[in-house]
């Protein structure tokens, strides 16, 4: 099956290995265009079809030509970031995670079981 | 290589290492990677493609869910897709947001290149691949469901969108 992928983190798309790639430099989440934008929407998509009948090789990325919003030029330092005040409350938010995953798991297993 | 004229792209894969180390995982997640990646070329021109949208947000009512939580394959019609998403999965909730579906799912955005008539056509079924972090249930499980819907609807090629 020919197919393209339209993301957002280049590195994990590109490590991964995928036929054919449109990068969109934006934040997680819009990869498609900006929200609303339906002329930027429409010009992603038509954009992956070009490289869904142009591209000649596997691992191929093209760049979308659009960039995110000007009034936000830091959006690119706050993903997942980890500052020294974020340690403590992270730490915490970890213990968190652990205790539901925890309960997940049973819970499967209980499913399982059943 | 991507133009680096407004900043390099962001280095995710560090960023979630770093992370998930400050949340208390002593275990760095291991991402999937392919040294053999295939490529199909497309049978047909666009104008004659019909194209099918996988996407990795399931519908708003978790009905893609199991008991246990875990996620699995779900599809939805084009024609009346969900009216909420579950949209639990990793994103840059600090500088966007995922109101609009088009920005992740881009239903209208195909049609209008149908109705254009640089596309044949849109499936009638869009998939939601199930985004929990297991190589083997990827490759052994989804993937193999997710190709047999879209041969199932006569696809000619897939736009896989990430949320």
Redesign the interface.
């Known amino acids: 099956m020919p197919t393209v992928m339209i993301g957002s983190a280049l590195d994990i798309v590109e490590h991964c290995g995928v036929p054919r790639f449109v990068f969109s430099d934006f934040p997680l989440g819009n990869p498609c265009g900006h929200p609303w934008d339906r002329d930027m929407q429409t010009a992603t998509v038509r954009l992956a079809l070009q490289v869904l009948t142009t591209a000649t090789r596997p691992r191929t990325t093209v760049r979308s030509p659009f960039e995110w919003k000007a009034d936000d030029p830091a959006w690119r330092e706050r993903y997942n970031r980890v500052r020294p005040e974020d340690r403590e409350r992270l730490l915490a938010l970890g213990d968190e995670r652990r205790r539901r995953q925890a309960a997940n798991a049973a819970a499967a297993k209980a499913a399982g079981q059943a | 290589m991507?133009?680096q004229s407004?900043?390099p792209?962001?280095?995710?894969?560090e960023?979630?290492r770093?992370?998930?180390r400050?949340?208390?995982?002593t275990k760095d997640y291991v991402?999937?990677?392919?040294?053999?990646?295939?490529?199909?070329?497309?049978a047909k021109?666009?104008a004659a493609m019909t194209?099918g949208l996988v996407c990795t947000a399931g519908p708003g009512d978790r009905s893609h869910r199991?008991?246990?939580?875990?996620r699995h394959v779900w599809s939805g019609l084009v024609a009346s897709p969900p009216a909420s998403f579950d949209?639990d999965v990793?994103?840059?909730?600090?500088?966007?947001?995922?109101?609009?579906r088009?920005?992740?799912?881009?239903i209208?955005?195909?049609q209008?290149?149908v109705a254009d008539g640089?596309?044949g056509g849109l499936a009638p079924h869009f998939h939601t691949a199930p985004t929990d972090y297991s190589h083997r249930k990827t490759l052994e499980e989804d993937a193999p469901e997710i190709?047999r819907r879209?041969?199932a609807d006569a696809?000619?090629?897939?736009?896989?969108?990430?949320?």
């Open positions: 991507p133009d407004s900043g792209p962001v280095p995710y894969m960023r979630t770093n992370y998930y400050a949340l208390g995982y991402w999937a990677h392919h040294t053999d990646v295939p490529f199909v070329r497309p021109p666009l194209v199991d008991a246990g939580n875990r949209t990793a994103w840059d909730r600090e500088s966007t947001h995922v109101d609009d088009e920005t992740f799912l881009p209208d955005a195909v209008r290149l640089t596309l190709l879209l041969r696809v000619d090629a897939a736009i896989l969108t990430a949320l």
